[in-house]
């Protein structure tokens, strides 16, 4: 995997640091399937002393268990954490009544102003039109749809600061490229489909549940297979991805996994756990 860390991603860190003293509050956005992967370490760094949520987005494609470990270990740490999904149908109240706790030593008849940060794809805008309760922000299904920032108004008395995301400037390589690729959060050209989807399948394939939605999605031939190379073979052959001759198109067949993935249709999954006592969580 190559490094991503185009200019724009400059940007949008120099844009937070020149906006936070006029925020009270910073919703730090991540990704509930990859938690720890969908963070960016520097943005711990450069949000100290600011008050700070942790939202857990998408968790509606999570494991509820697995989601509920990482709230409680973030918690642990002093750190606050909802889980949340930014889908049409979700009801915004239980975070607006979290930030609605904070008051960072605003006057009584102040606004709230809280600022939306984030790695790309994340939810961002998605998660802004939720608490605005109208399509107040542009949304994609692609990282880096947002460009600039842009102040969105709530009433009550609350106004939040949507800003481009950021991604730590670091090689996508190892577990942590393979997340953040199954995940969506990296561009399509920074990654090789194939070994993605191979690695998704090689993950899905070592547990039960993982074993039981591939069967669901694509067919019980997949049963008892444990070679991810065979595996997307057989992907290839369910879903019709066959280049002339019938020979599978492995392109094509890996990005009907990933997308089949991302949309939770072979189940709901968190990519890796919560750091035990000893490991590092960055």
Not at 119 to 140: D, F, I, Q
Not at 174 to 201: D, M, N, Q
Not at 253 to 271: E, H, M
Request: hydrophobic share 40%.
């Amino acid at each position: 995997m190559t490094t991503w860390y185009p200019g724009i991603m400059a940007r949008a860190k120099r844009l937070i640091r020149e906006n936070l003293a006029v925020v009270d509050v910073v919703v730090e956005l991540l990704d509930a399937r990859i938690p720890g992967s969908s963070r960016d370490p520097g943005l711990g760094r450069l949000l100290e002393g600011k008050a700070r949520l942790l939202v857990l987005n998408k968790a509606d494609l999570a494991d509820p268990g697995m989601t509920r470990r990482w709230v409680s270990w973030l918690a642990a740490r002093g750190e606050r954490a909802l889980a949340f999904s930014a889908t049409p149908r979700a009801s915004p109240a239980k975070l607006l009544g979290a930030l609605r706790t904070f008051d960072g030593g605003r006057r009584p008849s102040a606004s709230l102003r809280v600022m939306v940060v984030g790695t790309p794809n994340v939810g961002k805008s998605s998660l802004l039109n939720r608490l605005a309760g109208r399509a107040s922000a542009a949304t994609g299904d692609r990282p880096g749809v947002t460009r600039g920032k842009q102040w969105i108004t709530l009433a009550p008395g609350l106004e939040l600061l949507d800003l481009p995301g950021v991604l730590p400037p670091r090689a996508l390589a190892g577990e942590t490229g393979y997340r953040l690729a199954a995940a969506g959060i990296v561009p399509e050209g920074t990654y090789e489909p194939v070994l993605v989807a191979e690695w998704l399948l090689a993950w899905l394939i070592s547990r039960p549940s993982g074993q039981q939605g591939l069967q669901a999605v694509y067919g019980g031939q997949l049963a008892g297979g444990t070679d991810p190379h065979d595996l997307l073979e057989l992907v290839g052959r369910a879903r019709g991805c066959l280049a002339a001759g019938g020979k599978v198109d492995r392109e094509r067949a890996a990005a009907a996994v990933v997308k089949d993935f991302r949309d939770g249709r072979l189940g709901r999954y968190t990519l890796e756990s919560p750091p035990k006592a000893g490991e590092s969580d960055g």
